[in-house]
T-cell receptor, first 114, second 112 residues
Framework: NAGVTQTPKFQVLKTGQSMTLQCAQD?????MYWYRQDPGMGLRLIYY???????DKGEVPNGYNVSRLNKREFSLRLESAAPSQTSVYFC?????????????FGPGTRLTVL | DQQVKQNSPSLSVQEGRISILNCDYT??????FLWYKKYPAEGPTFLISISSIKDKNEDGRFTVFLNKSAKHLSLHIVPSQPGDSAVYFC???????????FGQGTRLTINP
């Protein structure tokens, strides 16, 4: 039982390049999330998927797209990377209906855009 | 507009003493509050939560207190241990929603 896995762990891009961050969970959770963490800013929600086939914008969606490929997988795409997107990206999953809606996080992807 | 605020970026406590981490919020529509712990190069892990209808929740060395009139919650760790050194995030959930709003985090250092 791996929980939430993310690939890659590290990535360096040049401005304008594109890439896709991959996330998968094996807990049979319906909901999945993408966050970014920046110094002094905490965790900010980029996009989330309440269930397979649905996606919604979070607090900071500009410059990103997402795909909920199936119940297990939720990818985040940067079409044209910018230095402002240098950050640590976390994927999370949860099962709606639980009392506190605890979210389980992956280990993160550290992205640098030059 | 920061709806969940952790005003102390860092806190240093001696091993064995009590650690108190604070969190303030602005929106009365939050119905659950959660604390997460994060070690370097790892994802956050859930620590403890509290419903807005309660004022205290305890789990071993960890206790969360909620003061709704002041829109303030705190996490107490007693006794503090070296393994508690980490960044702690406060988070809040809107009633009827799944999304969480996180605070900026507080870096706790436990000194031997």
């Amino acid at each position: 039982n791996a929980g939430v896995t993310q690939t890659p762990k590290f990535q360096v891009l040049k401005t304008g390049q594109s890439m896709t961050l991959q996330c998968a969970q094996d807990m049979n959770h319906n909901s999945m999330y993408w966050y970014r963490q920046d110094p002094g800013m905490g965790l900010r929600l980029i996009y989330y998927s309440a269930s397979e086939g649905t996606t919604d914008k979070g607090e900071v969606p500009n410059g990103y797209n997402v795909s909920r490929l199936n119940k297990r997988e939720f990818s985040l795409r940067l079409e044209s990377a910018a230095p402002s997107q240098t950050s640590v990206y976390f994927c999370a999953s949860s099962e709606p209906g639980l009392a506190s809606d605890e979210q389980f996080f992956g280990p993160g992807t550290r992205l640098t855009v030059l | 507009d920061q709806q969940v605020k952790q005003n102390s970026p860092s806190l240093s406590v001696q091993e064995g003493r009590i650690s108190i981490l604070n969190c303030d919020y602005t929106n009365s529509m939050f119905d659950y509050f959660l604390w997460y712990k994060k070690y370097p190069a790892e994802g956050p892990t859930f620590l403890i939560s509290i419903s807005s209808i309660k004022d205290k929740n305890e789990d071993g060395r960890f206790t969360v207190f909620l003061n709704k009139s002041a829109k303030h919650l705190s996490l107490h760790i007693v006794p503090s241990q070296p393994g508690d050194s980490a960044v702690y995030f406060c988070a809040a959930r809107f009633q009827g929603a799944q999304k969480l709003v996180f605070g900026q985090g507080t870096r706790l250092t436990i000194n031997p």
